[in-house]
């Protein structure tokens, strides 16, 4: 099971950004997909989460009417579609998956399996 992160970098303030997270050596058709992040010095937030068996979502209060999960099974990808970028969204992000029975998760401990991550800063 390996998952790889991209798509992060530098945006200004208001500007967009969208992370993919790819899947290797598994399909995602029976796992959960989250999206967390972690500022330097916070603990690690969920952002958002997606199951790819249901569609089911989940977004954070914080990400809520800004970023969209969405997932092409197709290519074994679930995409972080980030608008209205925040210098408060500044951070590392990472995707993560494990087997749900159905829904998905935004609890980090509830997945075994991560990507590494990529960073994302928003500036002014």
């Known amino acids: 099971v390996q998952l790889q992160a991209s798509g992060g970098g530098l945006a200004k303030v208001g500007g967009s950004l969208r992370l993919s997270c790819a899947a290797s050596?598994?399909?995602?058709?029976?796992?959960?997909i989250g999206w967390f992040r972690q500022a330097p010095g916070k603990e690690r937030e969920g952002v958002s989460c997606?199951?790819?068996?249901?569609?089911?979502?989940y977004y954070g209060d914080s990400v809520k009417g800004r970023f969209t999960i969405s997932r092409d099974n197709a290519k074994n990808t679930v995409y972080l579609q980030m608008n209205s970028l925040k210098p408060e969204d500044t951070a590392v992000y990472y995707c993560?998956?494990?087997?749900?029975?159905?829904?998905?998760?935004?609890?980090?401990?509830?997945?075994?399996?991560w990507g590494q991550g990529t960073q994302v800063t928003v500036s002014s």
């Open positions: 993560a998956t494990d087997i749900f029975p159905s829904g998905c998760s935004h609890g980090a401990s509830d997945y075994h399996y």
């Open positions: 997606i199951s790819v068996s249901d569609g089911s979502t």
């Open positions: 050596g598994f399909t995602l058709d029976y796992f959960g």
